[in-house]
């Protein structure tokens, strides 16, 4: 309950606290003021967690797919983290109290190869502290190569099904890894390949046009047919051999290299040194260790570690002006200029409103 409320205050912030389906209203109501209602449904995860983390299992491995101890104590820490964006008052000490359980637990440690978080069969990993455990026949739904991949890459991995020609990288972010950087070997660029090695040809270009991803993107609305094959694609899970549009690939919700991350940044939030826990990650992928940290530094080290496991958009917002420019979540990317802060906090959809008309919208919708 409380992993689903943490996400609700992350995206709406303002929403009706129900924890008794028996005896609850059937249509509840959010606060009518945004910023104390934010404020409750922080202080409900909160208490949740503080008051179910020591009673549930410490075994990860047995507790596989479901909370742990060690999974609730993260999520106190995500909420820690972002504290300020969600009531206006940090709580960095508390981030590093949470983080420093886990740490110290002994329980969880880097893999030596980042793609074994990653991998078909990634259960085992040492790093995973919550996964969704996706099955390609039991718990469909993880489609990433369907996602990202050009139609013609079916014919690279003898996939099932075509891909759908969809996510890509911005250029930006592709060309702001190192080339030495390991974690950059998980994009596909350059000319594309069959299994067998021959060309994969996209006669809707050009007749006999070899198939080649472009790091470069040339603009929002892109008129050339050129267009299908700009954007480096996601290669950083494993795509097996033969699959069908569901990966087997589990999903790491929660990973260690985060709380490492994470450590880093709110003993540097405090005044405090936490180089050496931005260096354990930054080495494992082949780096050159920071010497000190800016507030940039752990933002993109945030970035290079953690792309495609849904933690951007919140770290964006988190250090939203604290440096300006590139650090800043409401400057849109093709023009220079803030949004209105209310973007930080998605509307409440229509429908939901329209089916319960004691929902306020949140500001600014």
């Given at each position: 309950?409380?992993?689903?409320?943490?996400?609700?205050?992350?995206?709406?912030?303002?929403?009706?606290?129900?924890?008794?389906?028996?005896?609850?209203?059937?249509?509840?109501?959010?606060?009518?003021?945004?910023?104390?209602?934010?404020?409750?449904?922080?202080?409900?995860?909160?208490?949740?967690?503080?008051?179910?983390?020591?009673?549930?299992?410490?075994d990860p491995s047995a507790s596989y797919g479901r909370f742990n101890k060690y999974a609730a104590h993260f999520l106190?820490?995500?909420?820690?983290?972002?504290?300020?964006?969600?009531?206006?008052?940090?709580?960095?000490?508390?981030?590093?109290?949470?983080l420093e359980i886990i740490v110290d637990s002994g329980v969880f440690s880097l893999t030596a190869d980042y793609f074994d978080n990653f991998a078909t069969n990634n259960s085992g990993s040492s790093e995973i502290i919550f996964a969704i455990p996706y099955d390609s026949v039991f718990l469909q739904g993880f489609q990433m190569h369907q996602m990202t991949l050009h139609y013609g890459s079916q014919r690279t991995f003898d996939f099932q099904e075509q891909p759908w020609n969809g996510y890509t990288s911005l250029q930006a972010f592709y060309e702001s890894f190192d080339d030495n950087d390991a974690r950059k070997q998980g994009f596909l660029v350059g000319e594309q390949f069959d299994i067998n090695g021959e060309p994969i040809i996209d006669n809707e270009i050009a007749e006999g046009h070899h198939l080649t991803f472009t790091p470069e993107i040339d603009a929002i609305r892109m008129q050339s047919a050129l267009s299908r094959q700009q954007g480096a694609r996601f290669n950083k899970f494993e795509y097996a051999i033969g699959a069908t549009p569901h990966l087997n690939n589990d999903f790491p919700v929660f990973r260690y290299a985060d709380v490492l991350l994470m450590l880093g940044e709110a003993l540097h939030r405090q005044g405090q040194d936490g180089t050496m826990f931005v260096?354990?990650?930054?080495?494992?992928?082949?780096?050159?260790?920071?010497?000190?940290?800016t507030d940039e530094d752990i933002l993109a080290e945030r970035g290079r570690e953690l792309y495609t496991e849904i933690w951007r958009r919140q770290d964006l917002i988190r250090f939203d002006g604290n440096e300006g420019g590139e650090t800043a979540f409401n400057d849109p990317w093709w023009e220079k200029g803030i949004s209105p802060e209310t973007q930080n906090v998605y509307p409440i959809p229509f429908n939901q409103i329209e089916n319960n008309p004691n929902l306020n919208q949140n500001p600014g919708y």
């Open positions: 309950r409380a992993f689903y409320y943490f996400f609700l205050l992350d995206n709406f912030g303002n929403v009706p606290i129900v924890d008794d389906f028996e005896n609850a209203a059937a249509q509840p109501a959010n606060n009518a003021d945004f910023d104390a209602g934010r404020q409750q449904v922080f202080e409900f995860v909160e208490s949740e967690l503080l008051a179910t983390a020591d009673l549930i299992s410490e106190l820490a995500k909420l820690y983290m972002n504290a300020e964006v969600y009531t206006g008052t940090e709580r960095w000490a508390d981030a590093q109290e949470q260096n354990m990650v930054r080495q494992r992928a082949e780096m050159e260790p920071f010497g000190s940290l």
